[in-house]
Antibody, heavy 122, light 112 residues
Framework: QLLESGGTVVRRGGSLRLSCVVS????????MVWVRQAPGKGLEWVST????????YYADSVKGRLTISRDNSLNTVFLQMDSLRAEDTALYYC?????????????????WGQGTLVTVSS | QSALTQPASVSGSPGQSITISCTGS?????????VSWYQHLSGKAPKLLIF???RRPSDISDRFSASKSGNTASLTISGLHSGDEGDYYC????????????FGTGTRVTVL
């Protein structure tokens, strides 16, 4: 099970931290991702972090502003969101990649949370 | 990296089969067998339907099948019923402009 939290209304230029608490599997064996869906738009991959929290990857649209991290002792993955823009308004999902990292032969997302809504206001 | 191209909408009658295409390039779909498909029903979390081009998770009906040819992947839903109405997305692993994933533009499936 994956449970996201932290979504709220935030001013443009502001910051926010999303959390995703995981249960039911050995958390540090799996990479985790954030995927978002803006209102009326499709799904967009945002970021991935490997099982150990060492390797991280970002979409160009968020690079330098959003930071993914994880605390394996808390079974939690985070998304720190800084310098927020109107186009960051979206429902943010966390999901599991069923491998320790990208490119290990399991490049898909097999478990998803319900999402947490971030609204960036002007 | 541009999104993979899917038709905006596909419709069919109950019991019919429909096919959704997903067109990418030689640097994503054409290069990797890491194409997956997701069903996104209104108000629910996305659900994995297909991984590694054509493999189904154990809990997914065999009414869902998929394939790939060149730079285009396809998802077929057979025996269409009202519960299949929703949005469907393809995605591919990619290594150009950084490691990561690219999603398709999404297809709304309507059961007539």
């Amino acid at each position: 099970q994956l449970l996201e939290s932290g979504g709220t209304v935030v001013r443009r230029g502001g910051s926010l931290r999303l959390s995703c608490v995981v249960s039911g599997f050995t958390f540090n064996n799996f990479a985790m991702v954030w995927v978002r869906q803006a209102p009326g738009k499709g799904l967009e991959w945002v970021s991935t972090i490997d099982g150990g929290g060492v390797s991280v990857y970002y979409a160009d649209s968020v690079k330098g502003r959003l930071t993914i991290s994880r605390d394996n002792s808390l079974n939690t993955v985070f998304l720190q969101m800084d310098s927020l823009r109107a186009e960051d308004t979206a429902l943010y999902y966390c999901a599991r990649l069923p491998a320790y990292n990208h490119g290990w032969g399991s490049d898909y997302f097999d478990l998803w949370g319900q999402g947490t809504l971030v609204t960036v206001s002007s | 990296q541009s999104a993979l191209t899917q038709p905006a909408s596909v419709s069919g009658s109950p019991g019919q089969s429909i096919t959704i295409s997903c067109t990418g390039s030689s640097t994503d779909i054409g290069f990797y067998n890491a194409v997956s498909w997701y069903q996104h029903l209104s108000g629910k979390a996305p659900k994995l339907l297909i991984f590694d081009v054509s493999r189904r998770p154990s809990d997914i009906s065999d009414r869902f099948s998929a394939s790939k040819s060149g730079n285009t992947a396809s998802l077929t839903i057979s025996g269409l019923h009202s519960g299949d109405e929703g949005d469907y997305y393809c995605t591919s692993y990619k290594t150009t402009n950084g490691l990561g994933f690219v999603f398709g533009t999404g297809t709304r499936v309507t059961v007539l």
